[in-house]
């Protein structure tokens, strides 16, 4: 079955840098790749996502990437705020199939 | 867009009692709901995959007599926790997709089992 990797478990950033989670999954056949970020005692919500077929996708201040051949794709968070204060978490499946998540990071922002 | 409604938000229960919990999709047709159990500072783990009028799929080391799962109509799955023991407090989240809609999350059940 599918297993996601993801690094760092925990990530500080002064307000205004830029943040990079990466994440490496191992199934081929996997072409559905979310990220979400979870507030304490809350459901995850999901703030982009990229299928196997796109290299790129960006949303303003969010992009992910995805390199296939290499089975990794990055969320990358630039003028990072306070508020994007939170955990991040990645996940991969097939599509109708569960998703997969990695292990989370921990990303605090100082003003 | 999607709306996955999860109930109770939190429940403290006795050891030794029985505990449901329940998953709707508010604004579309849920083929397939997924439940998952996080306990703190760790990862979403898969319990079960459940599609509408099917028995649940359970994930391996998950028992299925203790976690029930129900999806009955396409709106809405339940997971029962029979017998609820003190390791069995954790946060559950239910996750649902259907035809044209991605994976949308409930905002999760906090279990404390006394």
């Known amino acids: 079955g599918e297993n996601v990797e993801q690094h760092p478990s925990t990530l500080s950033v002064q307000e205004g840098d830029s943040a990079v989670i990466k994440c490496t999954y191992s199934?081929?056949?996997?072409?559905?790749f979310p990220w979400y970020k979870q507030e304490l005692g809350k459901g995850p919500q999901l703030i982009i996502d990229?299928?196997?077929?796109?290299g790129e996708k960006k949303d303003q201040r969010i992009a992910v990437t995805l390199n296939k051949t290499a089975k990794h794709f990055s969320l990358h968070i630039t003028e990072t705020q306070p508020e994007d204060s939170a955990v991040y978490f990645c996940?991969?499946?097939?599509?109708?199939?569960?998703?997969?998540f990695g292990k989370g990071t921990t990303l605090s922002v100082s003003s | 867009g999607a709306v996955v409604s999860q109930h109770p938000s939190w429940v403290i229960c006795k050891s030794g009692t029985s505990v449901k919990i329940e998953c709707r999709s508010l604004?579309?047709?849920?083929?397939?709901m997924f439940w998952y159990r996080q306990f703190p500072k760790q990862s979403l783990m898969l319990m079960a995959t459940?599609?509408?009028?099917?028995?649940?799929?359970?994930e391996q080391g998950v028992e299925k007599d203790k976690f029930l799962i129900n999806h009955a109509s396409l709106t809405l799955s339940t997971l029962t926790v029979t017998s609820a023991h003190p390791e069995d407090s954790s946060f559950y989240i239910c996750?649902?997709?259907?035809f044209g809609y991605g994976y949308t999350f409930g905002s999760g059940t906090r279990l404390t089992v006394v």
């Open positions: 996750s649902a997709t259907g």
């Open positions: 199934d081929s056949a996997s072409n559905y």
């Open positions: 990229i299928r196997s077929n796109v």
């Open positions: 996940a991969a499946n097939q599509a109708g199939t569960a998703l997969i």
């Open positions: 604004d579309f047709q849920a083929t397939t």
């Open positions: 459940s599609n509408e009028g099917s028995k649940a799929t359970y």
